[in-house]
């Protein structure tokens, strides 16, 4: 079996806390994977917290006792947000994104994996000290947003879809009313996909009347499921007063043009408080 | 500004690398962030490639030059490989997944970050030799794998929706015959979603008759995009002739049983060779 330097198993180290954050990792795994002795492995482990701090990319918890463990927790500072942030900004309010029907033509940016993952990185950093077994969105642009966010903070996720499927089995529908349009819609989820009693958090791309939001959050209670957090991606400025009243967007439109093309969209500035 | 040891700068860079699989980093920008010389750099790159040889994750390929940088091409060993399908056989075969109609529920799976991460290991690291513009999917199972498939070739996704949403501008819409069922249905695909004349990797979840992937490649040449590859997690070994012939899938469903609930699920073994 092989050996390994100490500057190696550091680098393998921060992989493997990078591929799978919040997750448990026991020194045992490390020991076994590197063939080293368990001090050896808390030394490295010590090496790789101080680390995480200095490039301010999260903290390293570790579990004593001998079922010890640790765990890489993902967090943003306040100069990488602001980045993000403005960065989305920027993306999100381009040239030639209104089209027809004064829509802001967005599906781009959601399908781009290196976008959502900025996205994710925030969402699951700012939820990151709250238990949550789920994250639940509503097809299907939402889709990748929860997917990676769930990644980040090692959950699985619940996909609501707006049709009865044959392939998810025995599924909860409730009516509900968009908030802009007050149109009735259909919502529906597999009995199975959540667990009775879970906590979960609430993902969507864009908020105007927040009558998805609503609809999801009557939803969980069908599945007796508590919603612990309303993340959206862009929320409109009007109305001001939306359908539910936690949540939290990363961006805010505050108003676009036909004309002359210009769409504003602005940091919500409560995450850089 | 901070000035790092060589085994931060190791640790550091492969989480960069993990982070972002197959994008290619300038030494610049690593000299920047570390504070360090082009020369320190280098010998670092060196080290971190020899590691990733060494824990058979895949390969450092490194571009020589002003503009030099240094790139993290995951790719899987055999014995890794053969690990993940193990598993996701056990998975997909679990006792309790057969539901009324003859289906098989795999939503929760598709669901799962964890899951879906190791089916999107596999598919990239198949693929990671093509030039590839894009992962192309259909709503709505099959959008997880893509997302994470698609991340880790650094690469966009396009979702071929199955109804024409007002927030996806032009469209492009065809018909297409679902190869099981005879069924005529239709998809559309935003104008936007893709550059004329790329390359596209195809990814669905299941594939029984062909018929999607058929769809799929069908809408493709309405783009003049050039389909380079088909992926699907599961094929039904039942009909052997599909309506596409180049495609990979990473497990078989050979047969189910609704009395005793198996479910007989074996890898695609021309994976294994």
Not at 57 to 78: D, H, N, R, W, Y
Not at 182 to 205: A, F, G, H, P, Y
């Amino acid at each position: 079996m092989n050996k390994y330097k100490r500057n190696q198993r550091i680098g393998a180290l921060m992989k493997i806390f990078a591929e799978k954050p919040n997750y448990i990792f026991s020194y045992n795994y490390f020991c076994e994977m590197f063939n080293a002795a368990k001090s050896t492995i808390s030394e490295d482990i010590a090496i790789v917290k101080e680390l995480v701090e200095e490039i301010e990319c999260g903290k390293i918890e570790t579990m004593a006792g001998a079922s010890g463990g640790a765990v890489f927790i993902p967090l943003l500072g306040k100069k990488e947000k602001e980045d993000i942030l403005k960065g989305l900004c920027d993306l999100f309010s381009q040239k030639n994104r209104i089209i027809a029907g004064r829509f802001i033509y967005m599906t781009d940016l959601f399908n781009d994996p290196n976008v959502v993952s900025n996205i994710a990185k925030i969402i699951a950093s700012e939820f990151s000290g709250v238990k949550i077994d789920y994250v639940v969105t509503v097809e299907t642009k939402g889709i990748p947003v929860a997917i990676l966010t769930a990644q980040k903070l090692n959950v699985p996720v619940a996909v609501i879809r707006r049709n009865n499927k044959v392939t998810e089995g025995a599924t909860v529908s409730i009516n509900y009313v968009s908030g802009s349009s007050n149109n009735i819609q259909t919502m529906s989820l597999s009995r199975r996909s959540l667990k009775e009693n879970c906590k979960v958090l609430l993902v969507d791309d864009f908020m105007k009347g927040g009558g998805t939001a609503k609809g999801m959050a009557d939803m969980m209670r069908e599945f007796n499921a508590q919603v612990v957090g309303t993340a959206v991606v862009i929320e409109t400025k009007e109305p001001e007063k939306k359908l539910v009243d936690n949540y939290l967007s990363l961006m805010v439109l505050n108003r676009f043009n036909d004309k002359d093309e210009t769409i504003e969209i602005e940091p919500n500035l409560k995450l850089l408080k």
